[in-house]
């Protein structure tokens, strides 16, 4: 009966949906991706957004009810019939009566099994696709029958573009490049390698106290150099998000420096590279929200690049949904973080694995502590931790490692507005 119900008010939403937008006409630009789609999503909106009077896909919203919402402005219901109820009657309203409707919608578009993208743009069609990187062997690749195939899921966004539409590409990713001969709409590009029409250069941490606050880089664009800065954050994924929000931004005639000035004020989404005062003057990298093995490389290779008079202190958690690629790549992982940490905490029956990597690194046996908790990972790591330890923080949204960092945030009792999954309906999972 829950089930049929589940079905019915899916149906209904989206059906309201579909009429809101065929109602009021908004532009669209559509993000998707392996890795960075939520914060991609969130620094085009930075830039864009009250320019252009947009609305932004909430938190992640990118499933089969995550569109329908975003698009009626209605918040996840979760369990609650009541609210449901007034999610519908919210799009009734706006099919009855004439409203103050968003002009733009940045949209996240996810793929978690076959079908998901296609579906989602036979109603939903892109002016704008915007795509982060995909990655040899990326997240959600369980679900389907190689890497090859979701890579065509994703593709099925660059398709539904029409001729007049324009397609925004990270030219590091190689696949993610040769989508531009998918489509015949214009083709922007941007990444740090040479050649990007929208460029990154001279990427540092900068540090105050010792201790790293930012990254700033410099964008290269049409024989022009500007320099950026992004306080609070780590991680080449967060310069990947702020250059294809202003390579969206320039296609729509906004002023570069402006949105400059706007992605310096911008907070990046909960748990993805965010830093943290941690507990005994330490430093937490809170990338808890999900994890991949791009992302988590990424994340690792922050960690080691920085400087610190403490410890480099990687906490990692299972990568979930990669099949047959389970062992191979966390064991990868490991091997690269044996390389440089002080100390590594796993969590979760596949982490060992990274563990086991490190191990082949000559990383010591006695650096390496195996959890099957993240609380109890994260209650470890605050007796180990010391002034000027820098603590990266990471792992699968199954595996909860934002409980893990609450563990160990020099103020625990911002946790309900600082970390991911903070709703009573997860807090209660």
């Known amino acids: 009966m829950k089930s049929l119900i589940r079905r019915a008010v899916t149906f209904i939403i989206e059906t309201e949906a579909k009429l809101v937008l065929r109602k009021y006409k908004p532009k669209i630009i559509a993000v998707t991706g392996s890795v960075g789609k939520t914060g991609t999503k969130d620094a085009v909106f930075t830039v864009l957004g009250e320019t252009l009077v947009a609305r932004k896909s909430a938190k992640s919203f990118n499933s089969e009810i995550g569109l329908p919402l975003t698009i009626l402005g209605c918040d996840n219901a979760w369990s609650n019939p009541f609210l449901w109820a007034r999610n519908i009657f919210t799009g009734l309203v706006l099919l009855l009566t004439r409203v103050h409707y968003p002009k733009w919608l940045v949209l996240e578009i996810g793929a978690d099994k076959p079908g998901d993208i296609a579906r989602a743009v036979s109603w939903v069609i892109p002016d704008i696709a915007v795509i982060t990187a995909f990655g040899e062997v990326p997240v959600h690749v369980e679900a389907f029958k190689s890497p090859d195939e979701l890579f065509e899921e994703k593709a099925n966004l660059v398709k539904a573009l029409s001729p007049t539409g324009t397609l925004v590409v990270n030219a590091d990713d190689y696949r993610v490049l040769a989508l531009r001969d998918r489509t015949k709409a214009k083709s922007i590009t941007y990444g740090i390698g040479e050649g990007a029409m929208f460029r990154a250069t001279n990427i540092q941490i900068a540090y105050e106290d010792a201790l790293p606050a930012a990254m700033t880089f410099k964008i290269e664009y049409d024989g022009n150099v500007f320099p950026v800065s992004l306080r609070g954050v780590l991680g080449?994924?967060?310069?990947?998000?702020?250059?294809?929000?202003?390579?969206?931004?320039?296609?729509?005639?906004?002023?570069?420096?402006?949105?400059?000035?706007?992605?310096?004020?911008?907070?990046?989404?909960?748990?993805?590279?965010?830093?943290?005062?941690?507990?005994?003057?330490?430093?937490?990298?809170?990338?808890?929200?999900?994890?991949?093995?791009?992302?988590?490389?990424?994340?690792?290779?922050?960690?080691?690049?920085?400087?610190?008079?403490?410890?480099?202190?990687?906490?990692?958690?299972?990568?979930?949904?990669?099949?047959?690629?389970?062992?191979?790549?966390?064991?990868?992982?490991?091997?690269?973080?044996?390389?440089?940490?002080?100390?590594?905490?796993?969590?979760?029956?596949?982490?060992?694995?990274?563990g086991q990597g490190a191990l082949e690194r000559d990383m010591s046996e006695k650096n390496i502590v195996e959890f099957d908790d993240s609380q109890k990972a994260g209650k470890y790591l605050e007796t180990i931790l010391q002034p000027g330890d820098v603590a990266l923080i990471k792992g699968s949204q199954g595996i909860r490692m934002e409980r893990a960092v609450e563990e160990v945030m020099a103020h625990p009792e911002q946790a309900g507005s600082i970390l991911v999954r903070q709703d009573e309906e997860w807090k209660n999972r």
Do not use: C, W
């Open 236 to 354: 080449v994924q967060s310069i990947y998000s702020a250059l294809a929000a202003i390579a969206t931004g320039v296609f729509l005639k906004l002023n570069i420096v402006d949105m400059i000035g706007k992605l310096s004020e911008h907070e990046s989404p909960r748990g993805r590279m965010r830093l943290l005062g941690g507990v005994k003057n330490s430093i937490i990298i809170d990338d808890s929200y999900n994890s991949s093995p791009v992302a988590a490389t990424a994340a690792v290779n922050a960690l080691r690049t920085i400087e610190t008079k403490g410890r480099r202190i990687a906490v990692l958690g299972d990568m979930l949904e990669l099949g047959r690629f389970t062992a191979d790549e966390h064991t990868k992982l490991g091997t690269l973080v044996g390389s440089f940490a002080d100390e590594l905490i796993v969590v979760g029956a596949r982490a060992k694995y990274i």
